[in-house]
């Protein structure tokens, strides 16, 4: 099994009218249900739009919005699943759900662990 982050950007639900939130919630909220219940969900969250926190390798701390950052990611889920392609097929019921385009990157395993 392989772990996959499926993520949206920032802003990429902006487009959905407020009488439409409690359905798109209810749409992606059945989706985590329909993964936990198919045993690859591992987690998932929305993220608070620009309040992220940069802490450099000098010790140096900026707090955002960080007005460089091209992309900010704006909700993400994991699953674990055997492939990709399965991961694509979970990513596919989000942006269903979600209304908007979701991104699959595998999470890289650590060696050490």
Known sequence: MAR????????????????DWPLVGEAA??????????????????????????VAPDGTVT???VPETKAVVGGFSVVDVPSRDDAVTWAAKFAAACRCAQEVREVLADPAG
């Open 4 to 19: 996959f982050f499926i993520s949206f950007d920032d802003g990429a639900m902006d487009h959905i009218p407020d009488e």
């Open 29 to 54: 909220h059945a989706v985590v249900r329909e993964a936990q219940a198919a045993g690859v969900w591992v987690l998932g969250a929305g993220i608070t739009r620009q309040r992220s926190t940069v």
């Open 63 to 65: 707090s955002g919005p």
